[in-house]
């Protein structure tokens, strides 16, 4: 080629933003589109519209080398590109585990539409197994007469928080459907992540959807696995902790993704297995449809399991009594709190009567937005401040950080139930704090399961 392909993104959310900006950063003119005239407005202002630590940076570098522009009109952001990403929104959907596909529907169309010269859309979002292929049914019919339109799926792995960083410098590229020309096109794309070693995998478009899928079905499996052997070693007297990184050490295991604690919550992995699951019901895969069932019941028990152990450590109820919770976020180093377990535990205290207090270090203000209802307030101190009892369920540092002697002159109790199992127990201890952990504690008595010496 003589000249470098030209990028548009379509939905500039956490991914599409992302990549809008990685993409200029590798060196790419892009166009990045999305209907949301005010969240549009921020980025041209250089004003990134969510936390997310380094797209400042890398935003604010594009503007400036003209690089990197944004539209709310999508037709002009197709024309002024050769390859078109679509990385718009699957949310579940309100009746079902489905995943809602009207976005990225939507927006192949729309590129297909507006299309003034041979283009590739790349299907960035994730979906469920099928989808890319009808995707492509669509861009054909849709691509005006004469041009010619290629669809590939290329999923993403990013994780929020992680953002830049993942997408700059990704484990694999993952490329379904390509024919050699788009391969070579993609392979062109991401020449500088492959060259420091990123693996470059080609294969199907439905393996490319599953490699996804999968890839966060696996994750959330990892995390329940943890928390099924929490609920043993609890009821042991073992630490889970100290298990994690025993049985981590097996590469064949790892120790990543292994923290036992609240469980999985955020934009993805909840809404993932539970598409991954309804999908697998419709292919008649009910071996997929068990497993992933239990995995989420597992997580969801996690929610259940630390409102049980508050209501427990405030003597049977929580009715009038005083909540302090440390964390909002779905997990730390963002400000996302949807499916954000912290904020679940919290708004059913607070149906159950307890005076919440909620501090977050960067998700207050998404918080207030989703729950109105629960008091949001300014520092660790303040949500302990005359709390019956203090839970953590976000592992900011800022909580690890914290002074447990200067915690302990405002509480009303010396209780804290440690659900990410991330303060330094020893030290909190010291300052005469009752801490309560998941899978970390004092052995109980441990009933036996049959008698030790049988008697004849
Ligand atoms: C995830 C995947 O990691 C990413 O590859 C995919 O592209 C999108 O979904 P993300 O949602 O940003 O990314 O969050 P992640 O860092 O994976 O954490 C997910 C949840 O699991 C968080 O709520 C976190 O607190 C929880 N978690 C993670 C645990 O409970 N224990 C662990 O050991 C790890």
């Known amino acids: 080629r003589a000249t470098a392909p030209r990028i548009s993104v379509i939905g500039s959310g956490y991914l599409g933003a992302t990549h809008a900006a990685a993409m200029a950063e590798l060196g790419f003119e892009v166009v990045a589109a999305d209907p949301d005239a005010a969240k549009i407005a921020a980025f041209q202002a250089g ?42 929104g699957t949310p579940q959907r309100a009746t079902s585990h489905a995943a809602n596909l009207d976005y990225v529907e939507a927006a192949v169309a729309e590129v297909a539409r507006s ?23 669509l861009a054909t019919a849709l691509a005006p007469a004469g041009i010619d339109v290629e669809l590939v799926w ?15 410098h990704p484990d694999r590229v993952v490329v379904g459907g390509a024919s050699a020309r788009a391969e070579a096109l993609l392979r062109e794309l991401y020449a500088g992540p492959i060259s420091e070693g990123a693996a470059f995998v080609a294969c199907d478009l439905p393996t490319a959807e599953l490699v996804k899928v999968s890839a966060n079905a696996f994750l959330a499996t990892k995390i329940s696995f943890i928390n099924a052997i929490a609920e043993i070693c609890t009821a042991a007297g073992a630490d889970v902790r100290t298990l994690a990184d025993a049985i981590g050490y097996d590469p064949r295991i790892g120790r990543a993704f292994l923290d036992a604690g609240l469980g999985f919550g955020g934009g993805c992995l909840p809404k993932d297995i539970r598409a991954l699951m309804h999908r697998s019901g419709e292919l008649g895969a009910l071996q997929a449809v068990g497993l992933l069932q239990q995995v989420d019941e597992i997580n969801m028990g996690q929610r259940q399991k630390v409102i049980d152990m508050t209501l427990q450590a405030a003597g049977g109820s929580v009715l009038n009594r005083r909540i302090g919770v440390l964390g909002a976020a779905f997990k730390p180093l963002t400000d996302d709190v949807r499916d954000s377990p912290a ?4 708004a059913a205290l607070h149906l159950r009567g307890a005076q919440v207090g909620v501090f977050d270090p960067a998700a207050g203000e998404t918080g207030r937005r989703m729950f109105p209802t629960l008091s949001f307030v300014d520092g660790v101190a303040a949500a302990a401040q005359a709390s019956d009892v203090l839970l953590v369920l976000t592992e900011w540092d800022d909580f690890s950080d914290a002074d447990p002697a200067e915690l302990a002159q405002v509480v009303h109790h010396r209780t804290v139930i440690d659900a990410r199992n991330c303060l330094d127990r020893g030290a909190w201890e010291a300052a005469g704090w009752t801490v309560i952990g998941l899978g970390v504690g004092d052995a109980p008595h441990l009933p036996s399961s049959a008698p030790v010496f049988a008697v004849a």
């Not at 936390?51 to 522009?69: F, K, M, Q, T, V």
């Not at 010269?117 to 049914?137: C, F, L, Q, Y």
């Not at 290329?154 to 700059?168: H, M, Q, S, W, Y």
């Not at 904020?343 to 919290?346: E, G, I, P, S, T």
Request: with cysteine.
């Open 47 to 88: 004003v990134v519209p969510f936390y997310e630590p380094g797209l400042d940076e890398l935003l604010a570098r594009h503007l400036d080398s003209g690089r990197l522009r944004f539209t709310t009109d999508t037709a002009d952001a197709v024309a002024a590109a050769d390859i078109h990403f679509v990385c718009v």
């Open 343 to 346: 904020l679940n535990v919290a």
């Open 115 to 137: 299309l003034t010269h041979d283009g590739v859309i790349v299907g960035k979002s994730t979906v469920p197994v099928g989808t890319a292929e009808r995707m492509r049914e």
């Open 154 to 168: 290329n999923p993403e792995f990013l994780r929020e928080g992680k953002a830049v960083g993942d997408t700059l």
